[in-house]
């Protein structure tokens, strides 16, 4: 039964470790402490290699939980096993672990929402659309991150990360921000900011 219980313990630690580059951001928003956000980003290429480990942890968690048990020919008393022992608590487990081997995707629907409220007339000749580069995003929820925290500044109308393109695309009303202050933004999430270019 230890075997198990370690198997157990074993296959829910590497199920949240998969998607430790995910959840961090998410936290980081929730916290305050937006430079957290990529401390696990090393992890996302080690991520196939954790899902594969976590499923095979927990499958043989499973095939010793249900694997026959010889009976005994003496009529000596059955010990009460614990919560931790049985098909119940492995259950629990295995849905949390695929919970979190999904986590990515599906942590952009955690984000706090990112839309505006239209204020007042916006003078066309002042708004100005950048593409920055961003470097370091794995997932939806990096992408997510660095959209909150550009959207905490004055004056941006949208913006659109993406992690597959290394880049944030932000529109934004040049007389109530700039691209300093947007770049400064992005680079309080801790991901790195390459090239800029202004989109005619």
């Known amino acids: 039964m230890n075997v198990q219980k370690s198997s157990i313990g074993l296959g829910a630690i590497t199920a949240v470790a ?3 580059c995910c ?3 998410l936290l980081a928003i929730f916290a305050g402490t937006s430079g957290l956000a990529s401390t696990f980003s090393w992890i996302e290429p080690l991520r196939p290699w954790l899902i594969g480990f976590t499923v095979l942890v927990l499958g043989y968690a499973w095939y010793q939980m249900l694997k026959p048990v010889p009976k005994d020919d003496c009529d000596c008393e059955v010990q009460k096993v614990s919560f931790f022992q049985t098909k119940s608590f492995l259950g629990i487990v295995t849905a949390f672990a695929l919970l979190m081997l999904t986590f990515p995707s599906y942590a952009h629907i955690l984000y706090p929402s990112q839309e505006k409220e ?12 950048v593409e920055f580069e961003v470097n370091g995003m794995t997932c939806a929820g990096c992408e997510g991150h ?10 941006i109308i949208e913006v659109k990360a993406s992690f597959k393109d290394a880049n944030a695309t932000v529109k934004f009303n040049s007389a109530q921000t700039n691209l300093a202050e947007i770049e400064e933004a992005i680079k309080s999430t801790d991901y790195k900011v390459g090239e800029s270019k ?3």
Not at 118 to 126: H, P, R
């Open 146 to 155: 660095v959209e909150h925290a550009v959207n905490e500044l004055e004056g």
């Open 23 to 25: 959840i961090t951001p």
């Open 118 to 129: 239209a204020v007042g007339i916006i003078d066309g000749s002042n708004i100005s659309e």
């Open 198 to 200: 202004i989109i005619e």
């Open 18 to 20: 998969s998607s430790l």
